[in-house]
Nanobody, 126 residues
Framework: VQLQASGGGLVQAGGSLRLSCAAS????????IGWFRQAPGKEREFVVA????????RYADPVKGRFTASRDNAKNTVYLQMNSLKPEDTAVYYC????????????????????WGQGTQVTVSS
């Protein structure tokens, strides 16, 4: 499966953005999708994971209550709605896919994922 993230941009603190992760491949609906982010000089950080149906999600503590993941398997797309953005949310955001992962603590690790998109820049100004 090939992934392409989009929707990033420059936004003021308190604003919103919606990222999209478009996938190729007829078996997209079988994949668990994760969003990660990486700020300059920092390690890649887990943001959220969403299971194949969209019924189960797992969020990192810094984004709980502000970010929402969803998916539309008919469109082969996963979304990340980001509200109440803060300057510390500034990073390159990546989507990733895993066919065999289960929704547990392992979804927080980048090594769980087999496929990665190219990333989209999100910049939040103060």
């Amino acid at each position: 499966v090939q992934l392409q993230a989009s929707g990033g941009g420059l936004v003021q603190a308190g604003g919103s953005l919606r990222l999209s992760c478009a996938a190729s491949g007829r078996t997209f609906s079988r994949y668990l999708i994760g969003w990660f982010r990486q700020a300059p000089g920092k390690e890649r950080e887990f943001v959220v994971a969403i299971n194949w149906s969209g019924a189960s999600t797992r969020y990192a503590d810094p984004v709980k209550g502000r970010f929402t993941a969803s998916r539309d398997n008919a469109k082969n797309t996963v979304y990340l709605q980001m509200n109440s953005l803060k300057p510390e949310d500034t990073a390159v955001y990546y989507c990733a896919a895993s066919k065999w992962a289960v929704m547990d603590v392992t979804t927080d690790s980048p090594v769980t994922y087999d496929y990665w998109g190219q990333g989209t820049q999100v910049t939040v100004s103060s």
